[in-house]
């Protein structure tokens, strides 16, 4: 009978320390399940800043601008030996492009969390502000005619600046970068020159806008998984 009281007060003390184990146990599974489930939520449920409309409508500005920058090199510029896209004239042209001040657009890195796409937002609106201002400024210097492609190209730069801007998860407002690009605009060749090198530039970033945009189609953890483009 002894033997048997014996047995049960063991059962019952093994009981007793199982039961905080499990309770533990349980409470550990949980933080780690919560924890999965906030990480694995798409950023745009976490923070609402681009929508897939949103990301469709600026694929298609960024498609145009990039179809339309050529367009406007040939019709705004009669230099040959200005070529778009050609590596020896961007290392010929590099020296002007440090004398004129014409300032670098911004690196575009790779989305990975929200804190890097409120980065990446802010420098795309900063790149398509200083572009859009460069080319205002060339098209007043009177060494060189402003053409209708000009024109329709700053119109698409403006209209996707706007649609960033106004999705932008930030309440602060982007600043018109200065420069002094008009004192160098002395002669056609030298305007024709800071024409092309904005251009060039413009089709070099807007080709990393495109890869941003891509991106934030295809990374459910970025965007909402069904904004496919």
Sequence with gaps: MMGLCYCCSLVTLRIFFLIPVVIMNFQATLLVTLVGIVASAPISDKLDIMNKDTIEKAHSLIKKILQDIPTT???????KSLILGDSK????????????????APVLQNISEIS??????????????????LLKAIS??????QTDEVKDLQAEIQELWDLIEENQASDEQSQTLEHDLAKHLTSEYMTQVAAHLTLQQLQDFSRDILRIILSMAENPNTVHPAAGL
């Excluded at 004239?89 to 670098?104: A, G, Q, S, V």
């Excluded at 409120?118 to 201002?133: D, F, P, R």
């Design 73 to 79: 090199h040939a019709a705004w510029i009669n230099n």
């Design 89 to 104: 004239t961007r290392l010929e042209l590099e020296f002007l492009k440090k004398d004129m001040n014409i300032p670098y």
């Design 116 to 133: 890097s796409m409120k980065t990446c937002l802010a420098n795309i609106t900063k790149g398509l502000q200083l572009h859009l201002n």
């Design 140 to 145: 007043k210097a009177t060494t060189l005619a």
